[in-house]
């Protein structure tokens, strides 16, 4: 059976009450939080880094779900796992070894994830499909929240549950990008099953509902 995971974005939050806003999307029942660690070079937007992971992470038990949007970022992710992140997930187009990045993440004993940008086809990654444990399909140009959702990038999405049906492959499906409570069946019916979701959670008045409403869809497959 398949396992269905909200993961809210941290990018969405208010910094001020960040711990409160954590505490409420946990107690909610939200188990996953998706944190866009972005450099200013791989994509035009500066988010945030280590000091934020490492703070945080005694205020929550919700697995840390980091996403490096960074240049090279086999030069980050022995940080990245210090800092308590449950699942490392690089972009594809980041580094030049991206079979090398995986196998350090995966040394580390945690969760190794591969992200592929919109114009990256699937065929890209599949020499690490076997190593992973969750491959991302961004549903928007990576870098900036609030963007519409590029119905497209579906066929990537059926794509990977293919493969990963055929092969015997364990990895989550997780996608990123426009997802609203709209759209989300048409993605979970695709293949997805881990939900990034941000200004659709967090960018809500009643955060724990938004949480509640997504978990509700869940339950119905």
Do not use: W
């Amino acid at each position: 059976m398949t396992e269905y995971k909200l993961a809210p974005s941290l990018l969405s939050a208010d910094f001020g009450i960040l711990k409160e806003q954590l505490e409420i999307m946990e107690k909610a029942g939200a188990p996953y939080i998706h944190l866009d660690v972005m450099d200013g070079m791989f994509v035009p937007n500066i988010s945030f880094g280590m000091p934020v992971l490492k703070s945080i992470r005694k205020y929550t038990n919700m697995v840390f779900d980091a996403h490096l949007m960074v240049v090279e970022p086999e030069r980050y992710v022995e940080e990245v796992y210090k800092a308590g992140c449950d699942i490392i997930n690089i972009h594809a187009e980041a580094t030049k070894d991206v079979k090398g990045v995986i196998e350090k993440i995966n040394g580390f004993g945690v969760k190794s994830g591969v992200t592929i940008k919109p114009a990256t086809p699937v065929s890209e990654i599949y020499d690490v499909l076997p190593m992973v444990d969750m491959v991302l399909v961004m549903s928007v140009e990576p870098g900036f929240g609030g963007q519409k959702f590029m119905e497209e990038q579906l066929d990537k999405v059926r794509e990977l549950k293919r493969l990963k049906d055929e092969n015997g492959y364990k990895y989550d499906i997780q996608i990123d990008g426009g997802i609203t409570l709209d759209n989300v069946r048409q993605v979970i019916e695709a293949g997805a099953n881990c939900i990034v979701a941000g200004s659709s959670v967090l960018g809500k008045e009643d955060i724990a509902q938004a949480v509640k409403d997504f978990n509700k869809i869940f339950e119905e497959y």
